[in-house]
């Protein structure tokens, strides 16, 4: 089995700076919770310049942390240790839910953003991030209900998510004779041969019969989770939401000219 080079990031969950960054990132969120919990006290520039520096640090952290694992677990989908320490990291990533809601409606409260953002370098950079936080205020949910949507999606879409993952990644397929994976009978549809390509896209085919219905399961569960936050965060529809969350415009069209329905 072919594996990433991983090396710039980590050597392994065993590397000393893996776990020494993993540590490293409690604290980071532990110093962006204490933040949240006062940013209604003081000055308010200095308050969001300072969350915004302590939140850049952590996810710059945690983003090393996490492509580490992920493209792990890329090569190697039922490895325990890798998905334990997924699941690690998930779990402290969790926390920053409330500092983080805490963070937006702090922003969504402030009536002279405009004029904060054009007084610090700082949020000048971040000055899009912060005025889109301002506009979906909207959609924002009470802090509970953040923190409690957040640890849902753990044991919800999110294992749904990884069951698809692994059952796709494990799945074997049978291409004239040859057990190969799904990866590499889908890489044979780019083949110059016609006949290749016809066989593998057969045999693809046929493979999907061993895991269809857990599958289905599983993107079923996906579905009625984003319906169900769609709707509680009071988009029209998840159609709605992920167009907002893409920045693009309801009215933009297909190269068919047909608006998006």
């Known amino acids: 089995m072919k594996n990433w080079n991983l090396s710039k990031l980590y050597l392994g969950l065993d590397d000393e700076n893996f776990k020494k960054d993993a540590a490293?990132?409690?604290?980071?969120?532990?110093?962006?919770?204490?933040?949240?919990?006062?940013?209604?006290?003081?000055?308010?520039?200095?308050?969001?310049?300072?969350?915004?520096?302590?939140?850049?640090?952590?996810?710059?952290?945690?983003?090393?942390?996490?492509?580490?694992?992920?493209l792990s677990l890329s090569t190697d989908s039922t490895n325990r240790e890798l998905n334990n320490a997924m699941v690690m990291l998930q779990q402290k990533l969790v926390k920053t839910t409330l500092p983080f809601a805490l963070f937006e409606k702090f922003v969504a409260g402030l009536d002279n953003l405009s004029e904060l953002i054009k007084k610090?370098?700082?949020?000048?950079?971040?000055?899009?991030?912060?005025?889109?936080?301002?506009?979906?205020?909207?959609?924002?949910l009470s802090d509970e209900e953040e923190v409690l949507a957040a640890e849902l999606n753990q044991s919800g879409g999110s294992l749904f998510s990884k069951m698809q993952n692994v059952l796709t990644s494990t799945l074997e397929v049978d291409?004239?004779?040859?057990?190969?994976?799904?990866?590499?009978?889908?890489?044979?549809?780019?083949?110059?041969?016609?006949?290749?390509?016809?066989?593998?896209y057969f045999a693809e085919l046929e493979s999907y019969k061993k895991i269809e219905k857990s599958v289905a399961f599983a993107l079923n569960g996906i579905k009625k989770e984003v319906i169900t936050m769609s709707k509680k965060r009071k988009y029209d529809s998840p159609l709605?939401?992920?167009?907002?969350?893409?920045?693009?415009?309801?009215?933009?069209?297909?190269h068919n000219n047909d608006d998006i329905p």
């Open 24 to 70: 490293s990132l409690d604290i980071k969120i532990t110093n962006l919770v204490n933040l949240a919990k006062n940013l209604k006290s003081g000055e308010s520039l200095t308050n969001l310049k300072n969350f915004i520096i302590a939140l850049e640090d952590m996810q710059i952290s945690a983003t090393k942390l996490l492509s580490f694992v992920s």
């Open 120 to 140: 610090d370098e700082v949020l000048l950079e971040y000055s899009f991030m912060l005025t889109e936080i301002k506009e979906n205020s909207i959609h924002l």
């Open 175 to 200: 291409y004239n004779g040859e057990i190969i994976n799904l990866s590499k009978v889908r890489n044979l549809a780019y083949e110059d041969d016609c006949k290749v390509r016809k066989d593998a």
């Open 240 to 254: 709605e939401e992920t167009l907002e969350n893409s920045r693009i415009n309801k009215d933009t069209k297909y």
